[in-house]
């Protein structure tokens, strides 16, 4: 209950039992990143059909282009979503950020041309980065601390999920015996706005972050929702008494205005050493992520002969292989702590990378075995990324933990979003070499970011939100 001492919401959400209520929320909130791996897998796997004359008869290079103005929209997103969910609530933006993602994902279906398909790309993206602030906050705020790392590994595993569902959809849609090939990638995005309307019914059932109250002053608000969500996890009647000994968490007042200078004192004053861990990780798993995993249908077209309507059943087995990474790992996150599984996931991704960049510069792979070997880099490159997410979000106020992810997430982005584009460039000039040397430049970013979480890591598995705040 919320009191002149303080609250004890926060003690109280911690010590949940994990239940089908956490599954509920966290399905309905973690389809977020589903719908991020379908909006990739679809561009990437739809890369070759896009550049048939019948479609948009695009080049490789406006491919990445493509993908850069999807990201570029992401961190637009980020940073205005970010800021609102922070000064609004977690709740007022999920249906907001979901909405405009879906119309602009079925209008980009829709496109007459490549400049309408690059708007529509950058108004879907804007929707997904504003869906990260809000729902990586509120997660994180709900989830109960003993399990924090391995739930938040496997929520942002799911991007793999609708990865793998893009695929088996472009299979079908990109197959031209089944769907006319000027229709099929249009059909491909409207479905993939089917997908996510069906959320928005189940999000108006989700409460507001009892935490994001409490800051606001609305102590009798957060009490009444943590009760609820209490009694559905326990049982009426069935809640278990606080021990007399609780320290009850009084959080502190929420400023009057979050505004970019108070949050750079927070980042650059009060935790630059949890700033700097929090770029270096994000900034080298988006560069990893974004350049190969854009350019993944063109390296197997372009080297590896693949035909465009058999790109699906190669990233299939790709997303499957990044989906079972945090899934399997995460337990790890919390048993063995961060400070030893997010170097270990990085500098493996990297190790295993480089190998596989000299097995294909040698010319030893084929399709399959490209793939095979792409799928154990990623299996641990999945668990790095999404360890990124999980540092940002658990290490700062949540007074500012909307826009901090945002901003972390927007300077990442937007660096990497580079990426896509000069990788698309390099595959249109058909030299192993060059590819090689960009998946080395790569390689080292995650190996660098390895160092720095050893270095800079802070020990925050099993920790209340509350107590990391120092």
Known sequence: MASSRGSDVPYRLDRMPWSAWHRRVLLALGITWSLDGLEASLVANLAPTLALPETLALTPSQVGLTSTTYLVGQVFGALLFGWLTDKQGRKKLFLVTLGLYLAATALGGLAPSFGWFLLFRFLAGAGIGGEYSAINSAIDEIVPAPMRGQVDLAINGTYWVGVGLGSALTLVVANPTL?????????????????????????????????????????????????????????????????????????????????????????????????????????????????????????????????????????????????????????????????????????????????????????????????????????????????????????????????????????????????????????????????????????ALMIAAAIVARVLGVDAEGKALEALRD
């Open 179 to 443: 769907v006319p090939v000027a229709y099929g990638w249009r059909l491909a995005f409207g479905l993939g706005a089917l997908l996510g309307l069906t959320i928005l019914v189940v999000r108006r059932a989700i409460p507001e972050s009892p935490r994001w109250l409490l800051l606001h002053g609305r102590g009798a608000e957060a009490d009444d929702v943590t009760r609820a969500i209490e009694t559905e996890v326990y049982g009426a009647g069935a809640i278990p008494p606080l021990p007399a000994s609780l320290e009850r968490h009084r959080p502190a007042p929420a400023p009057t205005t979050v505004n970019l200078r108070y949050l750079f004192q927070a980042l650059l004053v009060t935790y630059p050493r949890r700033t700097a861990l929090g770029l270096a990780l994000m900034m080298a798993q988006a560069f990893f992520y974004n350049s190969i995993f854009f350019s993944y249908a063109l390296v197997l077209q372009k080297f590896h002969a693949v035909a465009p309507d058999r790109v699906g059943l190669y990233m299939m087995p790709f997303a499957v292989g990044n989906f079972l990474g945090p899934l399997l790992l995460g337990r790890a996150f919390d048993r063995f702590g961060r400070r030893t599984m997010i170097p270990l996931t990085y500098a493996m991704s990297g190790i295993l990378l480089t190998a596989t960049g000299a097995l294909f510069v040698a010319g030893a792979l084929t399709a399959v075995t490209q793939t095979l070997a792409w799928c154990i880099v990623f299996f641990f490159a999945s668990s790095a990324a999404s360890s990124a997410y999980l540092t940002v979000s658990e290490l700062f106020p949540l007074e500012i933990r909307g826009l901090a992810i945002a901003v972390f997430y927007a300077i990442a982005t937007l660096i990497a979003s580079t990426g896509p584009a000069v990788f698309g460039a390099i595959v249109d000039q058909g030299a192993p070499g060059n590819l090689f040397a960009a998946y080395a430049f790569a390689s």
